[in-house]
């Protein structure tokens, strides 16, 4: 995730945009950029790294102009460097461009613009946007003052993705233009001055009223006024509203804390790691070319990887067993890379690293590829360590994890897992059109079902103010419920110091049911029904020793035995 600012007023704009971006730091950082209007002409200065590095650029005090966008950026496209940096300009030098989010059809864009005798200086998404409205503004034969407005407009119905936008022109000096669509933009007024932000605590040391933008809404700022369009350029009214957050809090979205505004991120995290990759027939995963000839001769799969990024590999195990049928072994990065495993040239080795820098993890790709597998690497840093030693490395778009206890990373790198199964199988010819379709379908449809069990918290409040006091706990669940429930008690032991353990409900019996006693909390997830029954037996085995259970279940799992055994039992 980026950050953008932007002002426009009667001050000098480049102080009050590099102090913005100072603030949204935490959200990206391996580039920053400042764009002004000066002597009819846009200038724009940027430079990789942080935003320190940009401040110390040669020239940037000198920048006089009172308009101006900003942007400090966590690259989705093109590694980080001063060509990929926003803001980016169209080949005209008249538009310039920041952007937040993803253009998914960037591809098609960028080939119809080169058609048309566009460049292209970066690899980023954004570069077609500015290019686009150029486009689109040498299109229109009508010179009126809505003429760039409409072709921020015509840009905007042809994006498919997300984006907050900030657009500067030449032909519109005195105005900015900004929209957005899945990705948070904001407006706050002054006095005679507008601010502009992705982030409420970029600007709110400069005013309390803001406007709060909808998806496909459209704004034209000036100085005095802020006017709002929907996606057809009629006008529409918006309410102003008052923000008496702390400066703190502003930061944390009004959330409690980071790692609690990173749970209610999982929706985007996930919209933005699918991508367009199940849009087409087949599955497209860009940086991915494997052939169905390398993948017919692999003999073993092995994924490799340290903590809640293992335990996303736990998952992939049985996603890709069942459907590519190729053995998988899952391993700890610091046992891999200290043993003698057993890999060779037709053996897949994929890492999962959020970050890109564990050691460890690093350290067993290296060992892979001597001994001449090839690597895939899941990160969601790109250009870090770990993905400039890999043969292919693909992306989670979680954005920055702040809270440093994984949520939205974990989903995001599981349904990145899911979908890179059903791209093996597709290759493999070996899963039917049918189940592929379905498989795409729950995919699409995850984002708004996490959002509605987000909606509904109130019960596991209740259940952990019941509970946070406790010494141990005890998590159960059979296949992918397991893996769960590996990464549910982590998670547990990270932020609460509860001692927790997390066993395969059919082990309980080899020797753990020794430790279930009266009293003891025991987290039971049975998602899958073909296991329910079985799960429900080792449910039974922990209440009959008078452990208090809490049932994760499904809501579509009809199953009267659930609740009528444990008075504590949730479906979500
Ligand atoms: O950056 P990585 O994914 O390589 O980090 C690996 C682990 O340290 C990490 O997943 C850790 O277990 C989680 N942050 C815990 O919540």
């Given at each position: 995730?980026?950050?953008?600012?932007?002002?426009?007023?009667?001050k000098k704009a480049?102080?009050?945009?590099?102090?913005?971006?100072?603030?949204?730091?935490?959200?990206?950082?391996?580039s920053?950029?400042?764009?002004?209007?000066?002597?009819n002409?846009?200038k724009i200065?940027?430079n990789?790294g942080?935003v320190?590095?940009?401040y110390?650029?040669e020239g940037?005090n000198e920048?006089?102009g009172?308009?101006?966008?900003?942007?400090?950026?966590?690259?989705t496209?093109?590694?980080?460097?001063?060509e990929?940096?926003h803001?980016?300009?169209?080949n005209?030098?008249s538009?310039?461009?920041?952007h937040?989010?993803?253009i998914?059809?960037y591809?098609?864009l960028?080939?119809?613009?080169?058609?048309k005798?566009?460049k292209f200086v970066?690899d980023?998404?954004?570069?077609?946007?500015?290019?686009?409205?150029?486009?689109?503004?040498?299109q229109d034969?009508?010179n009126?003052?809505?003429?760039v407005?409409?072709?921020?407009?015509n840009?905007c119905?042809s994006?498919?993705?997300s984006?907050?936008?900030?657009i500067?022109s030449?032909?519109?000096?005195?105005?900015?233009i900004v929209?957005?669509?899945?990705?948070p933009?904001?407006?706050?007024?002054?006095d005679g001055?507008n601010y502009?932000?992705?982030?409420?605590?970029?600007?709110?040391s400069?005013?309390k009223d803001?406007?709060l933008?909808?998806?496909?809404?459209i704004?034209?700022?000036?100085?005095?006024?802020?006017?709002f369009?929907?996606?057809d350029?009629?006008?529409?009214?918006?309410p102003?509203?008052s923000?008496?957050?702390?400066?703190?809090?502003?930061?944390?979205?009004?959330?409690?804390?980071?790692?609690?505004?990173?749970?209610?991120?999982?929706?985007?995290?996930?919209r933005e790691?699918?991508?367009?990759?199940?849009d087409?027939g087949s599955?497209?995963?860009e940086?991915?070319?494997?052939?169905k000839e390398y993948?017919k001769?692999i003999n073993k799969?092995?994924?490799?990887?340290?903590?809640t990024?293992?335990?996303?590999?736990?998952?992939?195990?049985?996603?890709?067993?069942?459907?590519?049928?190729?053995?998988?072994e899952?391993d700890?990065a610091?046992e891999?890379?200290?043993?003698?495993?057993l890999i060779d040239?037709?053996?897949?080795?994929?890492?999962?690293?959020?970050?890109?820098?564990?050691a460890?993890?690093i350290?067993?790709?290296?060992?892979?590829k001597l001994?001449?597998?090839?690597?895939l690497v899941?990160?969601?840093?790109?250009?870090?360590?770990?993905?400039?030693?890999?043969?292919?490395?693909?992306y989670?778009h979680?954005?920055?994890e702040?809270?440093v206890?994984?949520t939205k990373?974990?989903?995001?790198?599981?349904?990145?897992?899911?979908?890179?199964g059903?791209y093996?199988?597709?290759?493999?010819?070996?899963?039917?059109?049918?189940?592929?379709?379905k498989?795409?379908?729950?995919?699409?449809?995850l984002?708004s079902?996490?959002?509605?069990?987000l909606?509904?918290?109130?019960?596991?409040?209740?259940?952990?103010?019941?509970?946070?006091?406790?010494?141990?706990?005890f998590?159960?669940?059979?296949g992918?419920?397991y893996?769960?429930?590996?990464e549910?008690s982590l998670?547990?032991?990270?932020?609460?110091?509860?001692?927790?353990e997390?066993?395969?409900?059919g082990?309980?019996?080899?020797?753990?049911i020794?430790?279930?006693?009266?009293?003891?909390t025991v987290?039971a997830?049975?998602?899958n029904?073909?296991?329910?029954?079985?799960?429900?037996s080792n449910?039974?085995?922990?209440?009959?020793?008078g452990?208090?259970?809490?049932?994760?279940?499904?809501?579509n799992?009809k199953?009267?035995?659930i609740?009528?055994?444990?008075?504590?039992s949730?479906?979500?």
């Open positions: 995730m980026c950050g953008i600012v932007g002002y426009i007023g009667n480049s102080p009050i945009l590099i102090n913005g971006l100072l603030r949204l730091e935490y959200r990206g950082y391996d920053a950029g400042i764009a002004t209007i000066e002597n002409k846009i200065m940027k990789k942080r320190n590095n940009l110390q650029l940037i920048l006089v009172t308009i101006g966008i900003a942007h400090t950026r966590w690259a496209h093109g590694k980080p460097s001063k990929n940096s803001p980016h300009i169209d005209s030098n538009f310039a461009v920041v937040n989010g993803i998914e059809n591809h098609e960028k080939k119809f613009l080169t058609e005798g566009y970066s980023t998404d954004t570069e077609v946007i500015p290019n686009l409205i150029n486009y689109y503004f040498d034969k009508l009126d003052d809505k003429k407005l409409r072709a921020v407009k840009t119905n994006l498919k993705g984006y907050a936008l900030e500067l030449i032909y519109n000096k005195n105005k900015m929209a957005r669509k899945d990705s933009l904001v407006i706050g007024k002054g001055e502009i932000s992705s982030d409420i605590p970029a600007i709110l400069y005013t803001f406007y933008l909808d998806d496909n809404e704004v034209e700022l000036s100085r005095n006024e802020v006017k369009y929907n996606r350029l009629q006008e529409i009214q918006k102003i509203k923000i008496e957050w702390g400066a703190l809090s502003a930061e944390k979205d009004g959330y409690e804390d980071f790692m609690l505004k990173e749970i209610y991120e999982q929706p985007r995290a996930i790691t699918v991508g367009a990759k199940l087409n599955i497209e995963i940086g991915l070319e494997l052939s993948l001769n799969i092995y994924i490799v990887a340290c903590g990024a293992m335990y996303a590999g736990i998952v992939a195990k049985t996603v890709f067993e069942k459907l590519c049928k190729i053995p998988v899952v700890i610091s891999f890379r200290y043993r003698d495993p040239e037709n053996t897949l080795s994929i890492y999962i690293s959020q970050s890109g820098e564990t460890d993890t350290a067993a790709l290296k060992l892979a001994k001449g597998a090839k690597t899941i990160s969601n840093v790109i250009g870090s360590s770990i993905t400039r030693e890999a043969d292919y490395s693909i989670t979680a954005g920055p702040i809270a206890a994984s990373a974990y989903t995001s790198q599981v349904v990145l897992l899911n979908i890179l059903m093996f199988a597709e290759k493999l010819e070996i899963i039917d059109k049918g189940t592929i379709k498989l795409k379908e729950d995919i699409l449809k984002p079902q996490i959002e509605e069990v909606k509904g918290t109130d019960q596991i409040n209740e259940f952990a103010k019941k509970v946070y006091k406790e010494k141990d706990m998590f159960l669940g059979r992918t419920d893996a769960v429930s590996l549910g998670k547990l032991k990270e932020i609460s110091y509860i001692h927790s997390s066993y395969a409900s082990e309980l019996k080899h020797g753990p020794a430790l279930i006693e009266n009293d003891v987290i997830t049975m998602t029904p073909d296991l329910v029954e079985k799960s429900m449910v039974q085995e922990v209440v009959t020793r452990a208090k259970v809490f049932v994760i279940t499904s809501e799992i199953n009267d035995g609740t009528r055994n444990n008075k504590n949730k479906n979500k």
